[in-house]
């Protein structure tokens, strides 16, 4: 037998114990194995199937291998797939053109991971905030909400109020002033002269999906504008569908300054990321300033420019705001019975089990032994986020699953 064949054969366990002496341990994966996927569903490598209702936190919106993606990601790797920014491509000026038009700004700063537009947002924020709004050099804040995730970068980590993720990263990049999230009156506190931005998440992902009251995207809309600094939306998980509208703000007809995009803009095909902005804001970035080898890169756009596409539909959004009720229904019909709380909108819900039943790492490894994917986060609490081309019909499977292992026991 070749080596690479014997490498195939091997199970599961062998290749979560393969991994232990050779891959680095920031993750602590739940126990599957996945060779294969199509839609709403992933087979692991001895060939059993679950229904994956965690879709790569969001970066797998319209499934596994959504066949309008794959075919613009074939077509674009038959052609040119990286030039650099040093030359133009003749895929960017069409992404960028349709992605302006379906957030209602104006201009794009394309990047690849999350991380790296939350970093360019960050940079964009503050050379306006000297440029336009003439703050002292060095001096300018940026005010963001306690519970945040916005990814993993040592500035990132900065301003993190989650322990496991800044002890034993600093020193930290000065700058940023941690408020309550969802407290319009601690907000307004923190801003002052020195204020270059506002950055929330519109509903806080990592956190439990935490989603704030009625008004508080608004009052952050009002406040940002009555003092004169950016309202910075990072809806890198929140966007693109998920919550039953494009985008999580536009719950509260409120366009940002900035808006931050990734995940499932890149199809869960290729990592994609943008900075979606007014020209008045993102036009402060001059050549030399700022950049990405990857950025903007030919098969990004090409499959951005897809997503896109997807979205101009409307279906998505349609489904996630449909079957959001049917989610909706289903917890709370477990209300008490295990489930302690949720919050749920659209295709996305954090679920706060009942610590007496197990922790949400225990519930969801029962769960992956009932064939359905979840991911825990923040100790007792689930986080549901299945693709938006999920069935009613699937969808109610993976309900039922969580009863069962509710009713059963971790
Ligand atoms: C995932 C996420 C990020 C970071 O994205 P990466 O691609 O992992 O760097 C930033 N902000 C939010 C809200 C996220 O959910």
Not at 223 to 234: K, M, Y
Not at 335 to 341: D, H, Y
Request: aromatic residues 6%; hydrophobic residues 45%; contains cysteine.
């Amino acid at each position: 037998m070749t080596v690479a064949a014997s490498r195939q054969l091997r199970s599961s366990a062998e290749l979560i114990s393969a991994e232990e002496p050779v891959l680095a341990h920031n993750y602590h994966p739940l126990p599957v194995v996945v060779a294969r996927a199509e839609g709403t569903w992933v087979e692991d490598v001895e060939g059993r199937r679950y229904l994956d209702m965690l879709a790569g936190y969001s970066a797998l919106n319209f499934g596994h291998r959504h066949p309008a993606l794959v075919e613009a990601a074939h077509r674009q790797l038959d052609r040119l797939t990286l030039t650099s920014r040093a030359f133009h491509n003749d895929r960017l000026a069409r992404f960028a053109e349709s992605l302006a038009a379906l957030t209602g700004l104006d201009m794009v700063l394309p990047m690849n991971t999350g991380a790296e537009a939350v970093e360019s947002a960050v940079k964009v924020a503050r050379k306006w905030a000297y440029e336009v709004k003439g703050v002292a050099p060095d001096r300018a804040t940026i005010v963001v909400a306690a519970d945040n995730f916005h990814g993993r970068t040592t500035t990132i980590v900065s301003f993190s109020t989650d322990e496991s993720a800044r002890a034993g990263f600093g020193p930290f990049t000065p700058g940023f002033r941690v408020v309550p999230y969802n407290d319009l009156a601690a907000l307004e506190a923190a801003v002052d002269e020195t204020t270059a931005a506002v950055l929330i998440e519109p509903i806080q992902g990592e956190a439990g999906v935490v989603i704030p009251d009625d008004g508080y995207l608004r009052g952050v809309r009002e406040l940002t504008r009555r003092t004169g600094c950016l309202f910075v939306a990072d809806e890198i998980q929140s966007g693109l569908g998920r919550t039953g509208r494009t985008l999580a703000v536009d719950h509260e007809d409120v366009v940002p300054d900035v808006l931050l995009l990734g995940k499932a803009l890149g199809g869960g095909i290729v990592p994609v990321s943008a900075v979606v902005a007014r020209r008045d804001v993102l036009e402060v970035l001059r050549p030399g300033e700022h950049g990405s080898t990857f950025g903007g890169n030919p098969l990004s756009a090409a499959v951005g420019s897809a997503v896109v596409e997807l979205l101009e539909t409307g279906e998505f959004q349609r489904r996630a705001a449909e079957l959001g009720v049917v989610l909706r229904g289903g917890l709370a019909a477990l209300e008490g019975r295990g489930v302690r709380a949720f919050r749920a909108r659209g295709l996305w819900a954090g679920v706060d089990i009942d610590p007496a039943i197990g922790t949400g790492r225990q519930i969801s490894e029962r769960l992956m032994r009932e064939g359905v994917l979840v991911k825990d986060t923040h100790g007792s609490t689930i986080r549901l986020a299945p693709p938006l081309t999920i069935t009613g019909d699937e969808l109610r499977t993976a309900l039922g699953a969580l009863e069962k292992v509710l009713v059963e026991g971790a």
